[in-house]
């Protein structure tokens, strides 16, 4: 009488069929895994990125709402003049100590540059101070004492004025928009008045930085 064995266990081919499963598991757990942390990399860097647009935001009105502080008593209104106690130049660079540029005519038609120069008179000394956007990177410079902005050629920037406020190369590109118009100062909702409308804008990436404006109630002229 034959006696017939019955066989216990998995076969070849089924623990074949069982490492092919579990390879293609493991396959697409790592595609997740990898896909999450490029996800999560570039949380991490608009996050980042938004917190210094926020910050250049902060930093770039509370600087600029200087601009015409003090000037032009005499003036009707009093305050400072657009093209005189606020220049804008074009192609601004900074090199060293030194300041290039071309200056942009500042009127009621919107201009655009990448440096805004500005005078302040504070305990009858006049000082100058300036914002320059270069090689991605926003850079505030001054005060330093000066006769005006618009004497911004002759000045010497010793590096010990100048203060990077974001982490270079963060955006592509930005620069400066400004007209002589009707604006609210500090962007608050009360009757417009003549000043000059400066708007820091955000171009390329990232998409998701605002446009920042900011009335220079102080430049009424």
């Given at each position: 009488?034959?006696?017939?064995?019955?066989?216990?266990?998995?076969?070849?081919i089924?623990?074949?069929?069982?490492?092919?499963?579990s390879?293609?598991?493991?396959?697409?757990?790592l595609?997740?895994y990898k896909?999450?942390?490029?996800?999560?990399?570039?949380?991490?860097?608009?996050?980042s990125?938004s917190?210094?647009?926020?910050?250049n935001?902060?930093l770039?009105a509370?600087n600029?709402?200087?601009?015409?502080w003090?000037?032009g008593?005499?003036?009707?209104?009093?305050?400072g003049v657009?093209?005189t106690?606020?220049?804008?130049?074009s192609?601004a660079i900074?090199?060293?100590?030194?300041l290039t540029?071309t200056?942009?005519?500042?009127?009621?038609?919107s201009?655009?540059g990448n440096?805004?120069i500005?005078?302040?008179?504070?305990?009858?000394?006049?000082?100058c101070s300036?914002?320059v956007w270069?090689n991605?990177g926003?850079?505030?410079?001054?005060p330093?004492s000066?006769?005006n902005?618009?004497?911004w050629?002759?000045l010497?920037?010793?590096?010990s004025?100048?203060t990077?406020?974001?982490?270079p190369?963060t955006?592509n590109?930005a620069?400066?928009?400004a007209?002589?118009?009707?604006?609210?100062?500090?962007?608050?909702?009360?009757s417009?008045?003549?000043g000059?409308?400066?708007?820091?804008n955000?171009?390329?990436?990232p998409?998701?930085?605002?446009?920042?404006?900011?009335?220079?109630?102080?430049i009424p002229?």
């Amino acid at each position: 009488m034959k006696r017939h064995h019955i066989q216990n266990g998995f076969s070849l081919i089924s623990l074949m069929v069982g490492i092919i499963v579990s390879m293609v598991a493991i396959i697409g757990l790592l595609f997740s895994y990898k896909s999450l942390l490029a996800n999560a990399s570039s949380v991490i860097t608009k996050a980042s990125t938004s917190s210094q647009s926020s910050t250049n935001a902060i930093l770039v009105a509370r600087n600029l709402q200087q601009a015409g502080w003090g000037v032009g008593a005499a003036a009707t209104p009093p305050g400072g003049v657009a093209n005189t106690d606020v220049v804008l130049l074009s192609s601004a660079i900074l090199a060293g100590t030194t300041l290039t540029g071309t200056p942009v005519t500042l009127s009621t038609a919107s201009a655009s540059g990448n440096a805004l120069i500005w005078d302040t008179k504070i305990n009858g000394a006049l000082s100058c101070s300036a914002l320059v956007w270069s090689n991605g990177g926003l850079t505030l410079i001054g005060p330093i004492s000066c006769i005006n902005a618009a004497a911004w050629s002759s000045l010497i920037w010793p590096l010990s004025s100048q203060t990077p406020l974001n982490i270079p190369n963060t955006f592509n590109d930005a620069n400066f928009t400004a007209q002589r118009t009707t604006c609210w100062p500090y962007n608050a909702g009360l009757s417009p008045q003549s000043g000059l409308l400066v708007t820091l804008n955000y171009n390329g990436s990232p998409p998701d930085s605002p446009p920042v404006d900011i009335c220079l109630s102080n430049i009424p002229n």
